[in-house]
């Protein structure tokens, strides 16, 4: 069975940067549209941002031009690069296949962001 390790969450100023990483194992993960999701207290996991097995991106409306996710296929890696981080940014982040579970895989427990002052 497909597992996923999200990391490279944490504490950070309001317009500070991040770097997520996610380490698929078990599974051919090339195939794969991968994205990132995050769900904050309160309300339902989100899709946030996606990566086609061509390279190609897609971001929800609220990262778009802040968040820039890759993929490195040989190191079964997909990353989230986020910038400009805002307060409503505040969530845990997962990965996982579009749509979720895909590849039969289950959730990760997901890396903290937290975006205060």
């Known amino acids: 069975q497909v597992q996923r390790v999200e990391s490279g969450g944490g504490l950070v100023q309001p317009g500070g940067s991040l770097r997520l990483s996610c380490v698929a194992s078990g599974g051919i993960f090339s195939i794969y549209a991968m994205g990132w999701y995050r769900q904050a207290p309160g309300k339902e996991r989100e899709v946030v941002a996606t990566i086609f097995s061509t390279g190609a991106a897609d971001y929800a409306h609220s990262v778009k031009g802040r968040f820039t996710i890759s993929r490195d296929n040989a190191k079964n890696t997909v990353y989230l690069e986020m910038n400009n981080l805002k307060p409503e940014d505040t969530a845990v982040y997962y990965c996982?296949?579009?749509?979720?579970?895909?590849?039969?895989?289950?959730w990760g427990q997901g890396t903290q962001v937290t975006v205060s002052s």
């Open positions: 996982n296949t579009v749509p979720p579970g895909f590849d039969s895989g289950s």
